[in-house]
């Protein structure tokens, strides 16, 4: 029996032992049913949440006077690349930071290499880890959303750089729009390992519903108000 990890989220579990493989709608139905709920929800959420936005933006500006947004070239559906939004939380020298911190320590690279996060990151700011610990930083990516780069649940976007690691699976990963949220945000997130977030994604692609879709999204409302795993 399949079972998920991490999961301990109430209400609204998403439980891989409830997860039958899709025989509900056809799959270009299904696809078209969630195109317009992306471009639905997304619309009213950045109609609700755009006085938050702008909060935020204008705290971040007033903190280093940097750009408020961070873009990250990100591999999208069929593997084509787009500009992945989110809010600046890290300092304006992060990628020079990073770059002193692997070079001065084996431990640190071998870390990185291993799940490319860091515990206790030295290049987040104060406001940048409330706005994670929210997950608030990724707010920006209901624009993605709009545009069709990313949906609201799917598989995290990832890098070129991690599609090695993904090997065979990523034709999996390129089968979906990459997600704001998706199955191992709610199972985990920060606490799952590189390898439970592949097989998250992988089992994302093959079993993608309208159902599994409003499951996730309704678990990940308990998930980010309890901050359960944010980084």
């Given at each position: 029996?399949?079972?998920?990890?991490?999961?301990?989220?109430?209400?609204a579990p998403v439980s891989l032992a409830d997860l039958a493989p899709p025989t509900g709608e056809p799959r270009p139905a299904g696809d078209?049913?969630?195109?317009?709920?992306?471009?639905?929800?997304?619309?009213?959420?950045?109609?609700?949440?755009?006085?938050?936005?702008?909060?935020?933006?204008?705290?971040?500006?007033?903190?280093?006077?940097?750009?408020?947004?961070?873009?990250?070239?990100?591999?999208?559906?069929?593997?084509?690349?787009?500009?992945?939004?989110?809010?600046?939380?890290?300092?304006?020298?992060?990628?020079h930071r990073l770059a002193l911190l692997l070079a001065g320590n084996t431990g640190t690279l071998s870390l990185w290499r291993r799940d490319?996060?860091?515990?206790?990151?030295?290049?987040?700011?104060?406001?940048?880890?409330?706005?994670?610990?929210?997950?608030?930083?990724?707010?920006?990516?209901?624009?993605?959303?709009?545009?069709?780069?990313?949906?609201?649940?799917?598989?995290?976007?990832?890098?070129?750089?991690?599609?090695?690691?993904?090997?065979?699976?990523?034709?999996?990963?390129?089968?979906?729009?990459?997600?704001?949220t998706g199955l191992w945000q709610v199972t985990g997130r920060s606490r799952a390992g590189y390898d439970r977030r592949l097989a998250c994604?992988?089992?994302?692609?093959?079993?993608?519903?309208?159902?599994?879709?409003?499951?996730?999204?309704?678990?990940?409302?308990?998930?980010?108000?309890?901050?359960?795993?944010?980084?």
């Amino acid at each position: 029996m399949l079972q998920l990890p991490y999961a301990t989220y109430r209400p609204a579990p998403v439980s891989l032992a409830d997860l039958a493989p899709p025989t509900g709608e056809p799959r270009p139905a299904g696809d078209a049913i969630i195109r317009l709920l992306d471009l639905t929800i997304a619309a009213v959420a950045l109609f609700v949440l755009a006085p938050i936005m702008l909060l935020v933006s204008l705290l971040i500006v007033a903190g280093d006077g940097a750009s408020p947004l961070f873009v990250q070239q990100r591999l999208g559906r069929g593997g084509s690349g787009f500009g992945c939004l989110k809010f600046r939380t890290m300092t304006p020298d992060a990628e020079h930071r990073l770059a002193l911190l692997l070079a001065g320590n084996t431990g640190t690279l071998s870390l990185w290499r291993r799940d490319q996060k860091l515990a206790g990151d030295p290049r987040i700011t104060p406001l940048g880890h409330l706005l994670r610990i929210a997950s608030i930083d990724e707010l920006p990516q209901l624009l993605n959303v709009l545009a069709g780069h990313m949906s609201l649940v799917g598989p995290r976007p990832i890098v070129a750089a991690e599609v090695g690691r993904y090997g065979r699976r990523f034709a999996s990963y390129c089968d979906r729009r990459p997600g704001i949220t998706g199955l191992w945000q709610v199972t985990g997130r920060s606490r799952a390992g590189y390898d439970r977030r592949l097989a998250c994604d992988r089992l994302f692609a093959r079993r993608r519903s309208v159902a599994l879709y409003l499951r996730i999204l309704a678990a990940t409302v308990p998930a980010v108000l309890l901050a359960r795993g944010a980084c």
